[in-house]
């Protein structure tokens, strides 16, 4: 069974830093492109951003709202996606969501999404 | 970009009635490979989104077969013949053609009579 579990959410103050972290089971988590999504309050689903596996270079892109301040990264021994979130912005608050990500060209779609984690930024 | 446009943007159903959630894309999802890319997900109150349809009419695995996509080009449509409690939540289309960020439709929102 796939499960993925996001860990590290809280309360932290605008312009400091967290570190998010997706645990993955049940699939060999390094073949696999990984995502991270977010939910504002009440609101719809936003991209943050997905890296890539390694046999497609492990690189990275990111939404135009969070480039320069959020990195995505992966550890395949450990079955972890990351995402590093620096300079926090209080409208960065959101339940944050990693999903596991199929690419398959032409095609790409996310079938497995983590409970979420919520991460509020106020001071 | 590609823009996803759903409505209703909500909808209330009685029980046992059918609903249809309909999805415009501002760009073509049928690739030259023959295949369309669009995609339905649904997120219940309280949990993450899972993934419904696939690839406009294919049902994700465990999906009730209550659920059916249609549609081409830039029109689909997702069916539901019955509803049940059970079903109530925000329906998102996605498009699966252009990476993100363009990606999500703005949702539909389902309640029960």
Sequence with gaps: EVQLVESGGGLVQPGRSLRLSCTASGFTFGDYAMSWFRQAPGKGLEWVGFIRSKAYGGTTEYAASVKGRFTISRDDSKSIAYLQMNSLKTEDTAVYYCTRMVVAAPTYYFDYWGQGTLVTVSS | ?113
């Design chain 2, 1 to 113: 970009d590609i823009v996803m446009t759903q409505t209703p943007l909500s909808l209330s159903v009685t029980p046992g009635q059918p609903a249809s959630i309909s999805c415009k894309s501002s760009q073509s999802l049928l690739h030259s490979d023959g295949k369309t890319y669009l995609y339905w997900y649904l997120q219940k109150p309280g949990q993450s989104p899972q993934l419904l349809i696939y690839e406009v009419s294919s049902r994700f695995s465990g999906v009730p077969d209550r659920f059916s996509g249609s549609g081409s080009g830039t029109d689909f449509t997702l069916k539901i013949s019955r509803v049940e409690a059970e079903d109530v939540g925000v329906y998102y289309c996605m498009q699966g053609i252009h990476l993100p960020p363009d990606t999500f439709g703005q949702g539909t929102k389902l309640e029960i009579k």
